[in-house]
Structures are given as structure tokens and as C-alpha cells.
């Protein structure tokens, strides 16, 4: 969500990473004092956007899968033999050629990994180069894409650290119950997810829906997690301290009995 948060802002569609969460999650916003239709709509646009980023990061379709695999091609092809400069160069002859970012960017996670760079699929992929002063001839850019690389890489471990603390916290608060206590385990695959249901948290524990739900509501009883759709189906829920969405989102309006549409 922070990658795509860094993109979408240099794109024109900057948002809120818990709003993110919540429109992958199926939530409506919240719009506190109630902005514009005209508002609304921007609001509504950079989400939509948002959620495209994401999914070029997260879930590929058949064509955006094709996009990638030719992008990476591209990387592949650059003859400097340092991946950073391959990827620089690679990057700018794409956008030269009228490419896409999207593609590209995920293209760049799989190189990361595939070249050596990073063990894992880490989301770096030089956002902040994108501003509108750019100078596009190659000195320029390449130095203008690394510095957009060592930024998003030195903020990550802030992030991680953030997120592990959280973790820790939770951990401790879950601590001296039984010893076959599912409790532990619930606040470690929570940890790593922005928002889960009752359903979702079953299948990744090994319990019943039912008492994934009851524990839960006891989390949130003791505030190790906040319920963050206030509705009686399709609860979700997030960590105390990782899930700051109870401001953001809300649960859809439902039509009341008896009462018809207001007048303009």
C-alpha cells in the first residue's frame, strides 16, 4: 500500500494508504464534512486509480501479465551489467517509446529478485522520479532514479520497524493464555494484513468462523483490534495501531422503512 500510495501521488491520484485498504476491501469512504459532488468525484477517481496500481503489484490479469513480462524483457536487454543502471535506463527507454508506468513498475519488482538485487519482491520502483520538473535526457534521470530508490529503500525499515513494534505489543497483551490458544497465531496473520474477516482469519488459523468471530470481538474487547465496518455481516477488522480506519471508511447507508428520497 505504501508503493502504491508513492505512485499514485506522482501521478496525479495521491490517497490516503487506509482509504487503499479500504476500497480493496469493498468499503465506502468516509467524507467527514461532506465535500462536493465535484470533490466526491476526484475522490472517487484517485481511488479507482489507486486500486489499479495496486492490482499491477498485487493480482495480474492475462494482458497486464503480457505488459510485464515485456517490460522485463526491456531490463533484461539494457547492456549495463549493474541492475540499478539497467533499470534506469530501461525505465526511460519505455516511457520514450509512450509505455506505461504501471507495467514497468511491476516489471522492476520481478527484476529486483531475478537479477540478485533483493531475495524478495520488494515493491521499489522509483516513484518520486516522476515529478513534473524531470529532466528526461539519461545523466539527469538516472541520478534522479536512484535518489527515488535510496528514499523509498531507507523508509521502509522505519515502516517495518513501525509494524513490528505494533506486532511485538499486540503479542504481549495475547500472552500467558492456554497453550493451545489460536490467539497468538490470530494476531500473527493480522500483523500482516491490513483488514480480515471473521471468514478469512478462520481458513488461515485452522478454526471454525464462529470462534475466529468470538475472538475477535474479545481482541477488540480488549483493545488489541478495532472493528472497522460497524455492520452484522462482513465485519472486518484490523490491529490497534495498524488499522487507523474507523475515521476513513463507514459501512454502506441502508434505505429505512417508510421513508422516501429527499427533495432537492
Known sequence: MDAVRRQAAVDGSGID???????????????????????????????????????????????????????????????????????????????????????????????WVRSRLLRAPVPLTGAAAFNAEQDWAPGPWTVAFL???????????????????????VRRQVAGRRSNSRAPLAIDVMAATPLISATTLAGAIGMSIKNAGMLLERFCAESVAVEVTHRSARRLFGLSGLAPLRDPVRPPKRPEPGRGPVPY
Open 147 to 169: 535518489h527515488a530508490i535510496v528514499g523509498e529503500a531507507e523508509a521502509w525499515p522505519d515502516l517495518l520497524f513501525n509494524m513490528d513494534r505494533t506486532w511485538l505489543h
Open 17 to 111: 494508504p487506509w482509504h487503499l485498504a479500504a476500497i480493496i476491501e469493498g468499503l465506502r469512504l468516509q467524507f467527514g464534512d461532506a465535500p462536493r459532488i465535484a470533490d466526491r468525484g476526484a475522490i472517487f477517481d484517485a481511488a479507482r486509480q489507486a486500486l489499479t496500481l495496486h492490482q499491477w503489484l498485487q493480482e495480474l490479469d492475462f494482458d497486464q501479465e503480457g505488459e510485464v513480462q515485456r517490460a522485463e524483457k526491456l531490463l533484461k536487454a539494457e547492456p549495463g551489467s549493474v541492475p540499478l543502471l539497467a533499470a534506469a535506463e530501461g525505465f526511460r527507454v519505455w516511457i520514450e517509446a509512450g509505455e506505461t508506468r504501471p507495467a514497468m513498475r511491476a516489471a522492476l519488482v520481478q527484476f
